[in-house]
């Protein structure tokens, strides 16, 4: 069973940067697509990014430009870079990861977030 972990969320300003981490473990890290989802109070989950297997990436529109997605299969770490953050931004941010090379906006196993908040 995959176990993911976040961590690298906080409190910044309006136009301010931040990045994230999530360490994966229990599972062939390098085999599965992964994936950033976040969650605002009061509205649904979203996602925000994902990365393939081959290193392909996909991004919301919200977020396209400003976040970039990687992962380094040797220390079995996911990340993600934030910059020109926005208060819409403000969330929990979660991790996740699905056995298939490929992605979808589809997961199975989550991390228990990790919370970012951005002031004006």
């Known amino acids: 069973q995959p176990e993911l972990a976040e961590s690298g969320g906080g409190s910044v300003q309006t136009g301010g940067s931040l990045g994230l981490s999530c360490a994966g473990s229990?599972?062939?890290?390098?085999?599965?697509?992964m994936g950033w989802f976040r969650q605002a109070p009061g509205k649904e989950r979203e996602g925000v990014a994902t990365?393939?297997?081959?290193?392909?990436?996909r991004y919301s529109d919200s977020v396209k430009g400003r976040f970039t997605v990687s992962r380094d299969n040797a220390k079995n770490t996911l990340y993600l870079q934030m910059t020109n953050l926005k208060p819409e931004d403000t969330g929990m941010y979660y991790c996740?990861?699905?056995?298939?090379?490929?992605?979808?906006?589809?997961?199975?196993?989550w991390g228990q977030g990790t919370q970012v908040t951005v002031s004006s």
């Open positions: 996740a990861a699905e056995p298939s090379p490929r992605c979808t906006w589809s997961f199975r196993n």
């Open positions: 229990g599972y062939t890290f390098r085999a599965f697509c």
């Open positions: 990365i393939d297997v081959v290193e392909g990436t």
